[in-house]
């Protein structure tokens, strides 16, 4: 079992490009999520997915797109990189029945310039 | 922004217990307590939650006062790898959005 993976670990951007940051797990869970962490703060949830073919919104979702067309990924778009989007992004996953039991993957850096 | 309140730091002599504290001021009835740890930048790993009673597992103990307006994380035997910023959170049950606040750092002292 790898967990949750997230690649790149690390990621500079220049202000206007867009990318994508890929999470995939291989526990067959149903949940999963994308949070951003800045500096000294807590985590804030960008988007999540219940399923596949079903995403929502969570409380910072503006600047970034999902989709969720297998279970095992949930890449997360930036489509225009701005210098207030880098932050260290985490992805998560959980079974449906174990709700706020959550695996986090190890992270990835994004510096927009 | 967090729901819950917590101390921004405490420190803990390795070997002793760790006993961090946690305000849930609004919690609701049907809302579980979840606590997790991150150390040093790696994504958080979930320790443990309840909802009225006490519970323990391998990696700690949650004592939950009898209001549910606060509660306590207590690792019996801190270590040195013990040192990370804890965060308690409340949530619904089958919910999956937790709103993490900014924690307390722990630091375990040789």
């Known amino acids: 079992n790898a967990g949750v993976t997230q690649t790149p670990k690390f990621q500079v951007l220049k202000t206007g490009q867009s990318m994508t940051l890929q999470c995939a797990q291989d526990m067959n869970h149903e949940y999963m999520s994308w949070y951003r962490q800045d500096p000294g703060m807590g985590l804030r949830l960008i988007h999540y997915s219940v399923g596949a073919g079903i995403t929502d919104q969570g409380e910072v979702p503006n600047g970034y797109n999902v989709s969720r067309s297998t279970t095992e990924d949930f890449p997360l778009r930036l489509l225009s990189a701005a210098p207030s989007q880098t932050s260290v992004y985490f992805c998560a996953s959980t079974f449906r029945e174990k709700a706020g039991e959550l695996f986090f993957g190890e992270g990835s850096r994004l510096t927009v310039l | 922004d967090a729901k819950t309140t917590q101390p921004p730091s405490m420190d803990c002599a390795e070997g002793r217990a760790a006993n961090l504290p946690c305000n849930h001021s609004t919690i609701s009835g049907n809302e579980y307590v979840y606590w997790y740890r991150q150390i040093h930048s790696q994504g958080p790993q979930y320790i443990i939650h309840g909802l009225k009673n006490n519970e323990t597992n391998e990696m700690a103990s949650l004592i939950i006062t009898e209001d549910r307006k606060s509660s306590t994380l207590i690792l019996p035997h801190a270590t040195l790898r013990d040192t990370a910023v804890y965060y308690c959170?409340?949530?619904?049950?089958?919910?999956?959005?937790?709103?993490f606040g900014k924690g307390t750092k722990l630091s375990v002292i040789p």
């Open positions: 959170i409340d949530s619904g049950a089958g919910s999956y959005q937790l709103t």
